[in-house]
């Protein structure tokens, strides 16, 4: 049985004042939930996420990271540094990384596998456009970006993974995939895992996201092969993440 993973993606959200309200309320919250719990926040506040969180059930990560270890890569953070902090996940190939800074698959490829050898688990992001669903595209989209990751790691690697699912159009649309679309795609994308690792396609936990919130968590969160959320929007107010996290079930 895959324990469920519910994931804030603050994205470039937040003030160290601000910080410190939510993250005192998620902690009073959150104290005693059936899922694992992370927040993935601007690389500015792991320190203070390392200083708040230490010793409570939510960890924290960050939401890219350095194909590169050291050197001259202005503006760059490598996965020792994330680990400095005692990060413990950290997004790759989020659709707007994708979309906005032109990281294509082998890069976020390097990416992931550069997070995994350093002892991070990669959340790696996949998802179609509108214009790829709406031209029937959805299953090599993903497919594509899924198999680039798993082609450049071991196959016991795959077991140490987490994916999400994230339709582009979904994103902080307030339109998410019903959760009939969702799971064919997480079915579809577990069988692909599956194809690297037998045991992995059971393990590996796939996460959906976009526009996530808590009148949809509990229909989508109950899905067989949806392990859990990558919520971006609902995850900056505490109530609604906290909501969300709620529809997680013993
Ligand atoms: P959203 O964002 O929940 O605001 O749609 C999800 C994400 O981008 O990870």
């Known amino acids: 049985m895959r324990r469920k993973l519910i994931v804030g993606n603050w994205k470039m959200n937040g ?18 939930q059936h899922c694992d719990i992370a927040v993935c926040v601007p690389f500015p506040y792991l320190a203070q ?16 990271v350095s194909a590169h270890n050291i050197g001259p890569h202005t503006g760059e953070v490598a996965t020792r540094m994330l680990l400095d ?64 990751v798993l082609s450049v790691l071991e196959p016991e690697e795959a077991t140490k993974i987490i994916v999400a699912y994230e339709p582009v159009w979904a994103i ?25 690792n037998k045991a992995a396609s059971d393990s590996a936990r796939i996460l959906y996201g976009g526009s996530m919130k808590p009148d949809n968590a509990k ?16 995850s900056l107010k505490a109530d609604d993440f906290l909501a969300i996290i709620n529809c997680v079930v013993a």
């Open 85 to 148: 902090f005692e990060c413990s996940c950290v997004i790759v190939g989020h659709s707007e990384r994708r979309c906005y800074h032109h990281e294509d698959d082998d890069l976020v490829a390097n990416k992931a596998q550069r997070a995994l050898a350093g002892g991070l688990t990669p959340i790696v992001c996949v998802g179609e456009t509108l214009a790829e669903r709406e031209a029937g595209e959805t299953a090599a989209v993903v497919s594509r970006q899924l198999d680039a």
């Open 49 to 64: 996420c390392q200083n708040e969180l230490v010793y409570t059930n939510i960890a924290w990560g960050a939401q890219d």
């Open 219 to 234: 229909e989508l969160l109950g899905m067989p092969d949806i392990d859990g959320g990558l919520v971006g929007g609902a």
């Open 15 to 32: 003030s160290v004042a601000a910080n410190a309200v939510l993250l005192n309320e998620l902690k009073a919250g959150a104290a005693k």
């Open 172 to 196: 902080g649309t307030g339109k998410n995939a019903t959760p009939g679309m969702a799971q064919e795609v997480h079915a579809l994308l577990r069988a692909r895992i599956g194809n690297k």
